[in-house]
T-cell receptor, first 115, second 111 residues
Framework: GAGVSQSPSNKVTEKGKDVELRCDPI?????LYWYRQSLGQGLEFLIY????????KSGLPSDRFSAERTGGSVSTLTIQRTQQEDSAVYLC?????????????FGDGTRLSIL | DAKTTQPTSMDCAEGRAANLPCNHS???????VYWYRQIHSQGPQYIIH???NNETNEMASLIITEDRKSSTLILPHATLRDTAVYYC????????????FGAGTRLFVKA
C-alpha cells in the first residue's frame, strides 16, 4: 500500500514568510509524528498526535511552530515568520499504535530552505 | 529514552555480512531496541526491532545480549545498496522518538 506522503518535497522561501508543510500518513495509522533533521544531524522530535488525544507538543522549538491534524488523518505543520535556522528537512512518520512495539514509517520529508 | 552509542563509520565488502554494534547500557525493561537506516535524501527506513529475543526478518537479524545492554544488527549479505547511515535507538512506551536519533553508523559497502 501507499506509504507516508509529504508535500511539497522542496520549499524555498524568504525569511519572515509563513510556510505550511503537509503530511498524509499511512491509511489507518492513528499515531503521527513530526521531526526535523538539520544537515548531517540526527532527527529532532517536534510533535506527536495519537487519535483524539491532545498532541504532545514538547518538542516544538518555539511558538512560531504549530501543527494540527484534521479528521485524524492529514496533518499540517506551520512555521510562522520563518528564520534561517528553520532550514532543515521536516520528516513525518506514522504508526498503527502509540505503543513502543509498533514501528514508525517515515515519509521522504520536505526540504525547507529559508533565504 | 536510553542513550545509545554506535561507531561513527564502518566498511564492509559486498557479499559479506555487515555487523553493526550498538551499546545501550542504560536501557530499561520496557524499552525496545529499534534499527532504522537512512539513505541520502530519503526518510529513515524501518529495519527491525526487538525487546530481548533475537529477531530476524527479510532485511536483517537483530542479536540482543542477555543483559540487553548491547545489540548487533546483521545484514547477512551486504550489497552496494545497503550503503547508508544506520541508527540504533531505544524507545520508551509513550510518544515519539523524543531523543535525537544521533549520528548513527555510516556503513560503506564496497565492491
Amino acid at each position: 500500500g501507499a506509504g507516508v506522503s509529504q508535500s511539497p518535497s522542496n520549499k524555498v522561501t524568504e525569511k519572515g514568510k509563513d510556510v505550511e508543510l503537509r503530511c498524509d500518513p499511512i491509511s489507518g495509522h492513528t499515531a503521527l509524528y513530526w521531526y526535523r533533521q538539520s544537515l548531517g544531524q540526527g532527527l529532532e522530535f517536534l510533535i506527536y498526535f495519537q487519535g483524539n488525544s491532545a498532541p504532545d507538543k514538547s518538542g516544538l522549538p518555539s511558538d512560531r511552530f504549530s501543527a494540527e491534524r484534521t479528521g485524524g488523518s492529514v496533518s499540517t505543520l506551520t512555521i510562522q515568520r520563518t528564520q534561517q535556522e528553520d532550514s532543515a528537512v521536516y520528516l513525518c512518520a506514522s504508526s498503527s499504535y502509540r505503543g513502543s512495539n509498533q514501528p514508525q514509517h517515515f515519509g521522504d520529508g520536505t526540504r525547507l530552505s529559508i533565504l | 529514552d536510553a542513550k545509545t552509542t554506535q561507531p561513527t563509520s564502518m566498511d564492509c565488502a559486498e557479499g559479506r555480512a555487515a555487523n553493526l554494534p550498538c551499546n545501550h547500557s542504560t536501557i530499561s525493561g520496557n524499552e525496545y531496541v529499534y534499527w532504522y537506516r537512512q539513505i541520502h535524501s530519503q526518510g529513515p527506513q524501518y529495519i527491525i526491532h526487538g525487546l530481548k529475543n533475537n529477531e530476524t526478518n527479510e532485511m536483517a537479524s537483530l542479536i540482543i545480549t542477555e543483559d540487553r545492554k548491547s545489540s548487533t544488527l546483521i545484514l547477512p549479505h551486504a550489497t552496494l545498496r545497503d550503503t547508508a547511515v544506520y541508527y540504533c535507538i531505544v524507545r520508551v512506551e509513550s510518544g515519539g522518538f523524543k531523543t535525537i536519533f544521533g549520528a548513527g553508523t555510516r556503513l560503506f559497502v564496497k565492491a
